[in-house]
């Protein structure tokens, strides 16, 4: 292998693992709900492009999710542990928003699964 696959290699690799990086906080975020793509809201999860969608949809969320995203990832930057970063985020609310938005997301998959539609 030369220099140049070594490196093409790499960066793939690196790709690769920030992909899956944001695939899972996607699923995290539950952006997925947001999603235009019928095949990730079936799923529940991403099953598109996550580089383009989660970008995309990140912007949807609600500020106080976007801010407990942020207060997470600028916690790790300061070097605090998790639960650190969680008691410093519920003194500003975000993770009150970020468990609104999970209960908001699962009464509204309740509401709309073929299960409950049938019960009706």
Known sequence: MTGTDTQAA????TDTALAEGMRVWAT?????R???????????ACRGKVQF????N???LPQGVRDFFHGL??????????????E?????GAVEAFEDWNAAVAASV???SPLQSRRR
Do not use: P
Request: charged fraction near 25%; proline fraction near 0%; hydrophobic fraction near 40%.
């Open 110 to 112: 309740m509401r709309y």
């Open 73 to 86: 990832t600028e916690a790790q930057e300061e070097g605090l542990s998790f639960q650190e970063a969680i």
């Open 10 to 13: 790499n960066a793939q690799a």
């Open 53 to 56: 969608c989660a970008r995309a």
């Open 88 to 92: 410093q985020l519920d003194e500003s």
């Open 28 to 32: 995290h975020l539950k952006l997925w």
């Open 58 to 60: 990140f912007l949807l």
């Open 34 to 44: 947001l999603c235009g793509n019928a095949k990730c809201r079936r799923a529940g």
